[in-house]
């Protein structure tokens, strides 16, 4: 019931509005095309709309005389309204001038108008009459023309008018223009209605006109209708070469030197802007200099033009080609680089795990073997303990313990690092000099940049490069204790943790801390509640022993604190290092 309230109130509306604007009912032309427009001769027309005003100017002027006295009957509207049209360049004393009628007619077969003429002629100003015409059409209301208005069915009304400079965006004029018929061409069908003001303007009148003249040819092919508006006079001569290119142009009176506000349809307009400038009083001197130039520019020489614009496109042409060459190399290069680093980080991940399974199995050796001599240390106290004294217990016991002692020394030796951490803030590295370093898990790496002022340090283990802090680089003190940074401190930090809890803060020996895309959790982009249970799935899925790379970025820092929280609370973190200036927006965790 509401539903068909609603229509009928549209419905009243529309003709409402229609009396009001004196409108006159649109006709939609087929795809042959139907009207015949007399005046011109018998041809076929695609839009035939005679004596069009514009509806917002006609609504306001309409508004405007509603409210002066004495007019407020619609007899006295019409009456003045037909004076004003008969004489549109006069107003009477109370009643203001209305907007000026205008003339749309397109033949049949048109799929591009290109209007040309001066500045302030009404080029605009027409193309948003036909654009609102054809939108009011399709929402069934009436036109304020004359006659019967005939134009196609639009699917789409697509324009670019105006000027879209925005530093904001970044856009200059050009770009601004540029993007919006970018997005037009884009949605633009068979069926669609294309207006677009002043095409290509703002850049190189060359390369504008080049790139109009591409843009035209692909409208033409693609839509139903495209309306431009431009100054290039090259424009104008695409209708010697193909039909469906049609020129108008704005009338210009050269007596009185003001714009008439017609369309001339299949003329060609001068932008007279040499004889606009003369009335508004430039200096005669600069408008004859600007004359002479324009002799220069003849038709005559437009083929001398032609022939150096060409040259100018292929050169720039055989650049772009020639940068694509290169690009396409470099790219090549890169891609090769990527795939090798790639590889090198597979295996270095399975070398980190046999290192690892190896190390496992000879730190079980070694617990076996003291194992098994302390329980034959027991075995004989107890044994002796049988046949001795009680005089003698404390001595066997001391015996005993001794001997267990001697044990757990042995397995336990005290250099478990090849260089003395009291000597690493004052150890320098040099260039090419071979070092450890520990977020490598102690892997000998080459110094390859001298150290900055920042106390940083590039090494390259392998076919890797990574920036180090110099406090995480240790010097090698001999080939003995080099090749037993490897194995030993790893077992013995694991075989004196088994017997005894001395040395419970000693460092664990975690993977290389480089970082992959295996070993890296992009949170960025994620609300809380999804990076928290990403980030616990993450550290659930990684191996023992193995250091992770959380990327939150730096935005509000949400992402981040909830980062965080998880890893203070996992049970599998042992602990974690949060962001610093050289790894800003990511902390980086280390799996127990």
């Known amino acids: 019931m509401l539903d068909g309230i609603i229509e009928v109130d549209l419905a009243f509306a529309r003709a409402a509005y229609a009396s009001w604007m004196n409108g006159v009912r649109p006709i939609w032309t087929s795809e042959g095309c139907g009207g015949i427009s007399s005046s011109e001769g018998d041809y076929l027309l695609s839009t035939d709309i005679e004596g069009i005003q514009h509806p917002l100017l006609r609504g306001t002027s309409r508004k405007h005389l509603s409210n002066i006295p004495g007019s407020n009957s619609l007899n006295s509207m019409?009456?003045?309204?037909?004076n004003s049209m008969l004489d549109t360049g006069k107003s009477s004393k109370n009643v203001p001038e209305f907007p000026v009628p205008i003339n749309i007619k397109v033949k049949c077969g048109t799929r591009v108008v290109v209007i040309s003429g001066p500045n302030t002629g009404g080029k605009t100003a027409s193309m948003k009459t036909l654009g609102v015409a054809s939108l009011m059409s399709k929402a069934g209301l009436y036109l304020p023309a004359k006659n019967t208005p005939k134009l196609p069915w639009f699917d789409f009304v697509l324009a670019d008018i105006g000027d879209h400079q925005s530093l904001e965006q970044n856009l200059s004029t050009f770009s601004?223009?540029?993007?919006?018929?970018?997005?037009?061409?884009?949605?633009?069908?068979?069926e669609s209605l294309v207006l677009i003001d002043e095409i290509c303007s703002g850049t190189d009148p060359s390369e504008g006109v080049a790139l109009s003249t591409s843009i035209l040819h692909y409208l033409r092919d693609h839509v139903n209708l495209a309306v431009v508006t431009t100054h290039y006079a090259d424009l104008s001569l695409l209708k010697d070469k193909d039909s469906r290119f049609e020129n108008a142009a704005m009338e210009f009176?050269?007596?009185?030197?003001?714009?008439?506000?017609?369309?001339?349809?299949?003329?060609?307009?001068?932008?007279?802007?040499?004889?606009?400038?003369?009335?508004?009083?430039f200096d005669s001197n600069i408008i004859e200099r600007a004359r002479k130039w324009v002799e220069k520019l003849v038709p005559e020489k437009q083929q001398e033009r032609s022939g150096i614009l060409y040259q100018s496109l292929l050169e720039e042409r055989n650049r772009l080609e020639a940068q694509a060459r290169k690009s396409a190399s470099l790219h090549r290069e890169i891609m090769e680089l990527y795939h090798e680093i790639q590889a090198e980080a597979e295996d270095l991940d399975g070398r980190v795990k046999a290192l690892m399974a190896k190390e496992t199995q000879l730190v079980q050796l070694e617990l076996k073997a003291a194992n098994s001599q302390i329980e034959t240390v027991v075995q004989n106290f107890e044994n002796q303990l049988r046949k001795a004294s009680p005089d003698q217990f404390n001595s066997l016991i001391k015996k005993s313990e001794s001997a267990i002692a001697s044990i757990v020394e042995a397995y336990c030796s005290s250099d478990s690092l090849?260089?003395?951490e009291t000597d690493t803030s004052s150890y320098t590295p040099k260039l090419g000099e071979q070092v450890l370093v520990k977020r490598l898990g102690n892997k000998l790496a080459t110094v390859v940049e001298a150290p900055r002022d920042d106390e940083s340090v590039l090494v390259q283990y392998g076919k890797i490069r990574v920036r180090m802090k110099k406090s995480d680089i240790r010097a090698i003190k001999s080939e003995k204790k080099s090749k037993a940074t490897i194995l030993v401190p790893s077992l013995k930090r694991q075989v004196k943790q088994s017997f005894s809890e001395l040395n419970k803060d000693e460092e664990v020996s975690y993977g290389p801390r480089v970082q992959t895309s295996k070993n890296t959790v992009d949170l960025r982009g994620m609300r809380a509640e999804e990076a928290a249970l990403h980030l616990n799935m993450a550290i659930s899925a990684r191996e023992p022993l193995s250091v992770i790379f959380v990327v939150h970025g730096?935005?509000?820092?949400?992402?981040?604190?909830?980062?965080v929280k998880v890893l203070g609370q996992h049970p599998r973190v042992a602990k974690y290092e949060p962001e610093n200036p050289m790894n800003f927006g990511c902390t980086v965790a280390y799996i127990k």
């Not at 601004?176 to 068979?190: D, F, P, T, W």
């Not at 007596?255 to 802007?273: F, K, M, R, V």
């Not at 730096?554 to 980062?563: D, I, L, N, Y």
């Open 418 to 420: 090849p260089a003395s």
């Open 554 to 563: 730096m935005g509000t820092g949400a992402v981040k604190e909830c980062a």
């Open 176 to 190: 601004g223009h540029i993007s919006r018929i970018c997005k037009i061409l884009e949605v633009a069908s068979n």
């Open 78 to 82: 019409e009456v003045d309204e037909e």
């Open 253 to 281: 009176s050269l007596e009185t030197l003001q714009p008439t506000y017609q369309i001339l349809w299949g003329c060609t307009g001068d932008s007279n802007a040499l004889s606009i400038a003369k009335s508004i009083g």
